[in-house]
């Protein structure tokens, strides 16, 4: 079993659980800012710019706090590996599909990334597929089943006359389900 996580030397686990709180709330604008973003300019031209200023920024910031910009010829595999999947490739994908999908519906999409994260944990690196890992996708499989318009859809007629009528509704845009 894992022990409970430490925070770094002279950090608290608070400060580390807000700074994520706050770069989630962050990603959620994105989703809404990305959709609104690709119905008005070119994702390419867009995905080249965020990351201009982001990587102007950040080495503005590296270079106050005195850190090298620099990288090994040992280095360079691994900052591609994760600059074209993690950044290349998420942007282009991204931005080409919340022209199409609202930045909520994105952002519900993208919410099964945890299970991605725990099977690549447990194929790529060989993480110790445990009861509870096991439990917490299958969890999240089936919830997502249960939450996703097709689904609601697909269980037509609603299970008992108390479901609610504005869930089937969506079925059926424009068509008065409900009295």
Do not use: K
Not at 40 to 59: E, K, S, Y
Not at 84 to 110: D, K, N
Not at 145 to 173: F, H
């Amino acid at each position: 079993m894992n022990a409970l996580p430490t925070p770094p030397p002279g950090r608290s686990l608070a400060g580390t659980y807000l700074r994520m709180l706050g770069a989630t709330a962050i990603w959620a604008v994105t989703f809404h800012v990305g959709h609104y973003t690709a119905q008005h300019a070119d994702p390419l031209g867009v995905a080249f710019l965020r990351f201009l200023f982001a990587g102007l920024t950040l080495a503005g910031i590296a270079v106050l706090r005195g850190q090298s910009l620099r990288i090994t010829r040992a280095q360079l595999p691994l900052v591609l590996a994760l600059a074209i999947p993690g950044v290349v490739a998420y942007t282009l994908f991204f931005l080409a599909s919340v022209q199409s999908i609202s930045g909520t519906r994105a952002a519900l999409i993208t919410a099964g990334s945890p299970v991605m994260v725990e099977l690549a944990s447990i194929v790529l690196l060989g993480t110790a597929a445990s009861a509870s890992r096991w439990t917490g996708i299958v969890l999240r499989c089936w919830a997502r089943r249960w939450s996703s318009p097709a689904a609601t859809c697909r269980t037509w007629p609603p299970p008992s006359a108390a479901a609610s009528c504005s869930r089937w509704a969506a079925c059926w845009p424009g068509r008065r389900m409900c009295s």
